[in-house]
């Protein structure tokens, strides 16, 4: 869920510079911003309208749908000193918006998690019957893209790996990659996803697997920003050292 700046906060902004522009209100004119202060002063006002623009795109995603031009004339009007609702007013019915847009939010992210679910499951169901994906006990499914020389070792649950990866989500999206970082990630193996954990152990060192990850070993109902909840995530991974040193989970 996309984290939303309370609109309270605007108020305060205004009643911020209310306090320091109570003796006048300044003029439409030609932009001038030759000088530092200028600049300086067309800035605030600069970020403070591409917050509110950014903050009502995000309400209208929801359903709310806020008159503009009221705004700009209730933040004209507390420039002047002059707010047609007072105080208490401003923050009755600002805390009664976040209680609407929180109700939204969530309401909204539950959907899209259950089509998520929805869709995760019906992939799984399809990469299956595909030639040369197993499935395990778990549910885990995997393909092996190529095989470590020999037999080779392969880690334990507590071992510390090092790896090259790339996580995508089922429409190809990419979320994470240590090969466009340039760097292989080395990990406990016991302290990342439970697909991870339980994938990797099939590998010998120098394999290269390929994983699909239903939500339920993956990340579950949270939602991360870039991975939303209840996704079901594709890896290909490549096994490249198993280390004997421990190193930070990721």
Not at 16 to 42: G, R
Not at 106 to 134: I, M, W
Not at 154 to 179: I, M, R
Request: hydrophobic share 35%; aromatic share 6%; glycine share 8%.
């Amino acid at each position: 869920m996309k984290k939303t700046i309370r609109l309270s906060l605007i108020a305060a902004s205004v009643l911020a510079l209310t306090a320091c522009n109570q003796e006048a209100k300044q003029e439409q004119a030609e932009v001038k911003l030759d000088t530092v202060e200028q600049q300086q002063a067309y800035g605030i006002g600069a970020s403070v309208g591409n917050f509110l623009n950014k903050d009502l795109a995000d309400k209208s995603e929801i359903g709310i749908e806020l008159d503009q031009a009221l705004l700009i004339r209730g933040f004209e009007d507390a420039l002047a000193g002059n707010a047609k609702i007072d105080e208490e007013k401003i923050r009755e019915v600002l805390t009664e918006l976040d209680t609407s847009v929180r109700a939204k939010q969530e309401a909204k992210a539950k959907v899209e998690s259950e089509k998520s679910k929805e869709a995760g499951k019906k992939y799984l169901e399809e990469n299956a019957k595909k030639e040369g994906v197993t499935v395990t006990e778990s549910g885990l499914q995997y393909e092996v893209l190529s095989e470590g020389e020999g037999e080779g070792e392969k880690p334990a649950a507590t071992d510390v790996v090092k790896v090259h990866y790339k996580g995508t989500l089922l429409d190809g999206t990419e979320f994470d990659s240590s090969y466009a970082r340039n760097e292989p990630t080395t990990f406990p193996l016991n302290r990342v996803i439970a697909g991870w954990t339980e994938g990797l152990q099939l590998m010998s060192v120098g394999s290269k697997y390929k994983f699909t990850i239903p939500s339920e070993l993956a990340y579950g109902d949270r939602d991360l920003g870039k991975i939303p909840a209840n996704s079901t995530l594709v890896f290909e991974v490549e096994l490249l050292e198993i280390q004997d040193d421990e190193a930070p989970a990721q």
